[in-house]
């Protein structure tokens, strides 16, 4: 079956760490670009971080730059997200999603999401 | 950054209504454009990308037009499993970015 299954969200203080992961079966993961979307709790969607199918390449939004790292592991089939410094304001729901072969930048498959709270 | 923005916020519509539903980006997209749906709880669902283009799959109720800044998407007639809420997505440029979301709802 193709799909993602994400792991790693939880409960973390301000200032904190985690480490999400997003594992790939179904498809030959190295063939495509991976991106992180989040969406806040009742929100939308907010696009966080994609990366190109060797890892040569890494795009992240502002408001993550210089705290979030994206990277992959293809001999694993997975996707990671290091979240450092974690604020409120990155409470959401995870996404991974796989971008369309060809077409990067539309994300034709997604994970189910790993909730991600930041709270003291 | 692009901006973008949907309208209606909210549609209340009935079994069989045609819904429209319009994407505008802050600046020329192209026709870099995509259309998601999603429903509570669960994840997003590719629809329509490249403003047109049907993903596999989907039903051929939906359609999508437009190119440069404004973007429709159509569905042709309603049906109970469409209840969702929808999302344009823009894959221009770097941050994508996605509308605030269109609410369709039960009338």
């Known amino acids: 079956e193709v799909q993602l299954v994400e792991s790693g969200g939880g409960l973390v203080q301000p200032g904190g760490s985690l480490r999400l992961s997003c594992a790939a079966s179904?498809?030959?993961?190295?063939?495509?670009?991976m991106s992180w979307v989040r969406q806040a709790p009742g929100k939308g969607l907010e696009w966080v971080a994609n990366?190109?199918?060797?890892?040569?390449?890494?795009y992240y939004v502002d408001s993550v730059k210089g705290r979030f790292t994206i990277s992959r592991d293809n001999a694993k089939n997975s996707l990671y997200l290091q979240m450092n410094s974690l604020r409120a304001e990155d409470t959401a729901v995870y996404y991974c999603?796989?971008?369309?072969?060809?077409?990067?930048?539309?994300?034709?498959?997604w994970g189910r999401g790993t909730l991600v709270t930041v709270s003291s | 950054d692009i901006q973008m923005t949907q309208s209606p916020s909210s549609v209340s519509a009935s079994v069989g209504d045609r819904v429209t539903i319009t994407c505008r980006a802050s600046?020329?997209?192209?026709?870099?454009l995509a259309w998601y749906q999603q429903k509570p709880g669960k994840a997003p669902k590719l629809l329509i990308y490249?403003?047109?283009t049907l993903q596999s799959g989907v039903p051929s109720r939906f359609s999508g037009s437009g190119s440069g800044t404004d973007f429709t998407l159509t569905i042709s007639s309603l049906q109970p499993e469409d209840f969702a809420t929808y999302y344009c997505?823009?894959?221009?440029?770097?941050?994508?970015?996605f509308g605030p979301g269109t609410k369709v709802d039960i009338k």
């Open positions: 600046q020329g997209i192209s026709s870099w």
């Open positions: 990366i190109k199918q060797d890892g040569s390449q890494k």
């Open positions: 999603a796989r971008g369309q072969q060809h077409r990067n930048w539309y994300f034709d498959l």
């Open positions: 997505q823009q894959a221009n440029s770097f941050p994508f970015t």
């Open positions: 490249a403003a047109s």
């Open positions: 179904g498809f030959t993961f190295s063939d495509y670009w």
